[in-house]
């Protein structure tokens, strides 16, 4: 078994966004660090840095993932998708962004990211969620802001949205 230096630097890449990244870590950094220091990716929060209130939540290969619980090592060749990569472009929001600011879903915005993540996440596997589940969705994140009562219209509303859409491109 190969051991790292503790001072040692390590080049990490990976896809974030749909685009190379890369850069180097000390072994113990976290990703949510490499992501916002080395990558300027700011979008990524970091609240209490123990993985409970869920503002540095990302997907990795897939997974929502806590980024304050993971090192930057471990995402090495890996598939990165951040809330800078929700956007369709970078003059666009996506369905799901508008659904927040015509809710008035956010309001200092700190917990946004985390949360946004999570629900594109879920809606992207259920397109039809219920207000249960998606209360159920958001108890793995802290707001002290909005109450959650926007939160939880914004992803019905574009749940629905999002449902039609796909609805209209399949009757096509």
């Known amino acids: 078994m190969t051991r790292l230096k503790a001072d040692a630097r390590h080049s990490v890449r990976f896809t974030l966004n ?15 660090d490499f992501l916002r220091h080395q990558l300027g990716a700011t979008g990524t ?12 939540t990302i ?9 304050c619980l993971t090192l930057a090592a471990q995402a090495d060749g ?3 998708k951040t809330v800078e990569g ?35 996440h879920y809606l992207a596997k259920n397109s039809a969620p219920t207000e249960a589940e998606t209360r159920d969705l958001l108890s793995g994140h802290i707001c002290r802001c909005t109450g959650y009562t926007p939160i939880i219209q914004a992803a019905l509303e574009a ?14």
């Open 18 to 32: 749909g685009r190379p990244a890369e850069g180097e870590a000390e072994p113990r950094m976290l990703l949510s």
């Open 45 to 56: 929060h970091v609240g209490c840095e123990h993985g409970v209130c869920g503002a540095c």
């Open 59 to 67: 997907v990795v290969d897939g997974m929502l993932t806590r980024s």
């Open 78 to 80: 890996c598939d990165l």
């Open 86 to 120: 929700l956007a369709p472009s970078a003059d666009r929001l996506g369905v799901l962004q508008q659904a927040f600011r015509r809710n008035h879903a956010l309001q200092c915005g700190f917990c946004t990211a985390g949360i946004l993540m999570s629900l594109d």
């Open 159 to 172: 749940a629905a949205k999002l449902a039609s859409s796909k609805k209209e491109t399949s009757d096509a």
